[in-house]
């Protein structure tokens, strides 16, 4: 069963892909990922605060920024590390920077290609709070920032998005036009909560589950006839199933970390092994050979993508 795939640009033999995490953060934990089947691996990221904190015109810190030690890479070091797994790894190694600011990540995206990063991943996650800026200048920035980095180095750009823009579809073609090599979809915000003993703000962490994927493959479905770029699903794939659904819909590859988190390297194992019988049982050779076979375009009712499935749920009795 061929179960290899192109993504980025990069020819991958397994669509698993291990997500932006700690699992990285070893050559060992590193290791372990490639021998149990990831097509790729995608570092912790780099956020572009440690590296060239935003400030105000008078000097003054525009967001504070927690200090260094709580984050274990600073961009040395981060370079350091993608050398050395560089050095252990087969598999292609990608480096991620996570933030908003255009001039951080045009600073460090040729570093990492030195280094041997083999693509870079933008996470781009901001919260605009200030009323007087626009969707559209936020878009505009994000825009600029990409073509910016994809100029600045040789190696393949994605873009980890949000699902929170008004035209998914017109963003994602114009990253396109911008350099892109490829979308994930899609970041997942760490919402915080309230202490009421203590009248504080709490920060919270709670992995992914399968019921996320379904905003995904809406998406995937949507944006895969109408991109030429690679596209991958990041949050709530947890079974073989799930991806099979993501590689349907038109995902290239899927991105995993809380299911490795929750059970360890050997569940890419059980993963690929899943598909390798999905697929075999549906007579499929190759994973080319149904990829996107559910997208908009080719699926039997692509209205269940859209305003339709709403409208039907609400008007089908309950069990």
């Known amino acids: 069963m061929n179960l290899a795939t192109t993504y980025l640009g ?10 932006a995490s700690p699992l990285c953060d070893s050559a060992d934990g590193a290791r372990r990922l490639q021998d149990a089947g990831a097509g790729a691996v995608v570092l912790r990221s780099l956020f572009a605060e440690q590296v060239s904190p935003a400030v105000t015109g ?21 370079l350091r ?9 087969s598999i292609p190694l990608v480096a991620s920077l996570n933030g908003h600011q255009r001039a951080a990540w045009t600073e460090l995206a040729p570093q990492f290609e030195r280094a041997g990063a083999d693509a870079i991943e933008l996470n781009f996650y901001e919260i605009v709070t200030d009323p007087a800026r626009s969707a559209d200048q936020v878009e505009s920035e994000m825009l600029a920032t990409v073509g910016a980095v994809a100029a600045a180095v040789k190696i393949p750009v994605s873009v980890k998005l949000s699902p929170y823009h ?22 997942r915000f760490y919402q915080p909560d309230l202490d009421l ?18 905003l995904r493959l809406r998406w995937l479905a949507i944006l ?20 099979v659904k993501a590689l349907l819909t038109g995902a290239h590859a899927v991105q995993l970390v809380s299911v490795v988190l929750r059970h360890g390297p050997h569940v890419l194992t059980t993963i690929l092994q899943g598909i390798s019988q999905w697929m075999a049982g549906h007579e499929y050779g ?34």
């Open 10 to 19: 990069l020819n991958l033999r397994s669509p698993l892909v291990v997500g």
């Open 58 to 78: 008078d000097g003054s810190s525009l967001h504070p920024f927690p200090e260094y030690a709580d984050y274990q890479h600073a961009a040395v070091p981060y």
């Open 81 to 89: 590390h993608v050398d050395h797994l560089k050095q252990h790894l």
């Open 166 to 187: 008004s035209s998914l579809a017109q963003l994602a073609v114009a990253m396109e036009l911008e350099g892109a090599a490829g979308l994930v979809l899609f970041n």
């Open 197 to 214: 003993e203590r009248m504080t703000v709490r920060q919270q962490l709670h992995l992914s589950s399968p019921d996320e994927l379904l």
């Open 224 to 243: 895969s006839p109408r991109t030429r770029i690679s596209l991958a699903a990041g949050g709530g794939i947890h079974t073989a199933g799930d991806a």
């Open 286 to 319: 190759a994973i080319d050979e149904f990829r996107g076979r559910l997208n908009h375009e080719r699926s039997p009712d692509p209205a269940a993508f859209e305003r339709a499935n709403y409208i039907r749920v609400l008007h089908s009795p309950i069990a």
